[in-house]
């Protein structure tokens, strides 16, 4: 049982260019998220996904797309990357249970992220 | 509009004394908070939440937190503190369905 992981780890990217940030779970979890962290500012949410085939948007969107075509992947993607994405991106996945609040989430190692 | 604040960015204890990591929120409705940790390069581990009940809430590695609705509190301590509780630590308030908050986080570091 490997939880949460994400690949890359780190990524060097030029101004302009794309990429696509992968997550994957193997807890069959329903939920899945993409914050990112940057210093003094704790963690930001980006996307999320409350099962296969949706996505909604978070507190900093722009920018950014993702997709959740199976339901232990989540995709992260940049079009044109920009300096200002510079940041450690972290994803994390939760159990739907039948109290709605309650899950916890459980996160990724990360993957850092420098947009020159 | 809920949110957290976490009014200290390092916390300094020496080994063996007790510690706590300040956590405040403001939310309208019912708070359901979290504790979380970060080790260096590591993503959040989970701790302990709060949900309903008992407003003293254990969690894993021998920490504790104490919810205070009147004060709108939810501070992290452990009796004891060791040198391996060195991290960065991020209290975290959820209301809606999809969205958990983040505080700023609070880096720990306990002096052997």
């Known amino acids: 049982n490997a939880g949460v992981t994400q690949t890359p780890k780190f990524r060097v990217l030029k101004t302009g260019q794309s990429m696509t940030l992968l997550c994957a779970q193997d807890?069959?979890?329903?939920?899945m998220y993409w914050y990112r962290q940057d210093p003094g500012m704790g963690l930001r949410l980006i996307h999320y996904?409350?099962?296969?085939?949706?996505?909604a948007k978070g507190e900093v969107p722009d920018g950014y797309n993702v997709s959740r075509l199976k339901k232990q992947n989540f995709l992260l993607g940049l079009e044109s990357a920009a300096p200002s994405q510079t940041s450690v991106y972290f994803c994390?996945?939760?159990?739907?249970?039948?109290?709605?609040?309650?899950?916890?989430?459980?996160f990724g190692p990360g993957t850092r992220l420098l947009v020159l | 509009a809920q949110s957290v604040a976490q009014p200290e960015d390092q916390v300094n204890v020496a080994e063996g004394n007790p510690l706590t990591v300040k956590c405040t929120y403001s939310v309208s409705g019912n708070p359901y908070l979290f504790w979380y940790v970060q080790y260096p390069n590591r993503g959040l581990q989970f701790l302990l939440k709060y949900i309903t009940g008992d407003n003293l809430v254990k969690g894993s590695y021998g920490f504790e937190a104490e919810f205070n609705k009147s004060q709108t509190s939810f501070h992290l301590k452990k009796p004891s503190a060791l040198v391996s509780d060195s991290a960065l630590y991020f209290c975290?308030?959820?209301?809606?369905?999809?969205?958990?908050?983040f505080g700023t986080g609070t880096r720990l570091t306990v002096i052997p």
């Open positions: 807890m069959n979890h329903e939920y």
């Open positions: 975290a308030v959820k209301t809606g369905a999809n969205n958990l908050f």
């Open positions: 994390a996945s939760s159990y739907q249970g039948l109290l709605t609040y309650q899950e916890t989430q459980y």
């Open positions: 996904s409350v099962g296969e085939g949706t996505t």
